[in-house]
């Protein structure tokens, strides 16, 4: 395997990259388990009933897994809706500051 270049070490990955990858991740995870729920709809998984018995902390672990990614995920959703109405702001302060207020 080829080494990469010294030179390539010192640069800092982008905030903006980074936001970006993860309302990606965010996305395929949110889609995966929305597709979970409608899979279990059609082979007919009583899921609320499997819910309605799990622990309270495992009920609140796995609301604020959906949540979390879920709240990322539209707020980088509207950040996008917005920079393509007003491309002005396409930017890279305007872009570091709207990827820090998304983490």
Request: hydrophobic content about 35%.
């Amino acid at each position: 395997m080829k080494k990469l270049s010294p030179h390539v070490l010192i640069y800092k990955f982008p905030t903006s990259a980074i936001s970006s990858i993860l309302t990606r991740i965010s996305g395929f995870y949110l889609s995966g388990c929305f597709v979970t729920v409608g899979i279990s709809q059609v082979f007919d998984i009583d899921i609320h009933n499997k819910y309605k018995k799990l622990e309270k902390y495992q009920q609140k672990m796995l609301n604020y897994s959906i949540i979390g990614p879920l709240n990322y995920h539209t707020g980088s959703g509207i950040r996008h809706f917005v920079l393509d109405k007003y491309p002005q702001l396409l930017k890279n302060r305007n872009m570091v500051l709207s990827s820090y207020f998304l983490y």
